[in-house]
């Protein structure tokens, strides 16, 4: 079973910063894609980053240049700094890895985890 736990979410006054982080843990032999995701109150789900095994990154536009997305390998955990934080940006903010679970042929899964709430308000 794999398990991912994320931490740092809380309120923030706008211009302010804050770190998340996820970790993974459970049966791993190798995590490919890290990323980010949001959700704010009735809108969808949206992809804020995600980072390759190799490193390479890709941002949302709206984040460009205040996020920075990384990644610790032999920790199993993705990053997400974000920096000069507005109202716009608050939201549950999800992790997901894309993990190979044993070296068989298909073991490789999504996995979310649960949700960590980011407000930012004065």
């Known amino acids: 079973q794999v398990q991912l736990v994320e931490s740092g979410g809380d309120l923030v006054q706008p211009g302010g910063s804050l770190r998340l982080s996820c970790a993974a843990s459970g049966t791993i032999s190798s995590i490919y894609t890290m990323a980010w995701y949001r959700q704010a109150p009735g809108k969808q789900r949206e992809l804020v980053a995600d980072i390759s095994s190799g490193g390479s990154t890709n941002y949302a536009d709206s984040v460009k240049g205040r996020f920075t997305i990384s990644r610790d390998n032999a920790k199993n955990t993705v990053y997400l700094q974000m920096n000069s934080l507005n109202s716009e940006d608050t939201a549950v903010y999800y992790c997901?890895?894309?993990?190979?679970?044993?070296?068989?042929?298909?073991?490789?899964?999504?996995?979310w985890g649960q949700g960590t709430q980011v407000t930012v308000s004065s």
């Open positions: 997901k890895m894309n993990i190979r679970r044993t070296i068989y042929f298909n073991d490789v899964y999504d996995y």
